[in-house]
């Protein structure tokens, strides 16, 4: 999916507020199956008007299907510790978010990782500035400290995978549900905005007109997307 498109599909999700599957993104060939996705969505979180509910209900199913667990496992109340162990957790996390298709909470690193990688970043950056400004070291010096930066980058991922915790004040089912819908839905308590299909297609004619640089009538519903230079 080129970079465009994705710059779409995030525009229509703020839009709409929605997550639009990404199991079905690469099938989308155009704009008719970009919007009759839209409409399913639309459908479907207007079928349940609590969030929650809806959100708990994608989540049970995404973690049976991902981590091979019994549907009776996951309750409100269960722990999430249970399900996402720390050696396998930043693995099963991504599992969980692409079948389900939500946004899930992110998870946290400790604070020694990220200073680790960026204390890495800063002196292959010195280095570079030094030797770019200030003629103090050879050019080899910034070749030779590359694939040890690399090496470096790769080790701090790994172990911040490794020592990934679960989002702060998210440690049960229905805590990661609270999160999770709020996240994708925005306040619960707030309105949402009822779309007639007209109403769907003139908004995404007009975010893809934007995006492409065309005028909203060069924009059809039978277009493909290599049709409109994406």
């Not at 704009?31 to 009759?36: G, L, N, S, V, Y």
């Not at 249970?82 to 946290?108: E, I, M, N």
């Amino acid at each position: 999916m080129g970079l465009d498109i994705v710059e779409i599909v995030l525009e229509v999700e703020d839009a709409f507020g929605i997550k639009l599957p990404e199991t079905a993104l690469p099938a989308m060939e155009g704009p008719r199956a970009m919007k009759a996705l839209i409409l399913a969505e639309l459908r479907q979180r207007d079928a349940h008007p609590c969030p929650n509910a809806w959100v708990f209900y994608r989540l049970r199913r995404a973690m049976m299907d991902a981590l091979g667990i019994d549907r009776k496992q996951v309750r409100p109340d269960a722990e999430l510790a249970g399900f996402f162990p720390p050696r396998y957790r930043w693995r099963r996390w991504q599992k969980v978010a692409r079948q389900s298709g939500l946004w899930l909470p992110r998870l946290t690193f400790p604070a020694v990782i990220k200073r680790a990688f960026f204390a890495g970043l800063l002196v292959l950056g010195l280095g570079c500035l030094l030797d770019v400004c200030l003629g103090w070291f050879s050019g080899g010096w910034v070749l030779g400290m590359l694939p040890g930066f690399v090496l470096w980058s790769f080790v701090s991922l790994k172990a911040g995978r490794l020592t990934a915790r679960l989002p702060r004040d998210c440690t049960t089912v229905r805590e990661l549900v609270c999160q999770t819908a709020r996240r994708n839905y925005g306040d619960p308590e707030a309105p949402r905005r009822s779309w007639t299909e007209q109403e769907v297609w003139q908004k995404l004619e007009t975010i893809i007109a934007e995006i492409t640089g065309l005028k909203p009538d060069e924009v059809t519903e039978v277009s493909r997307w290599k049709d409109l230079g994406l």
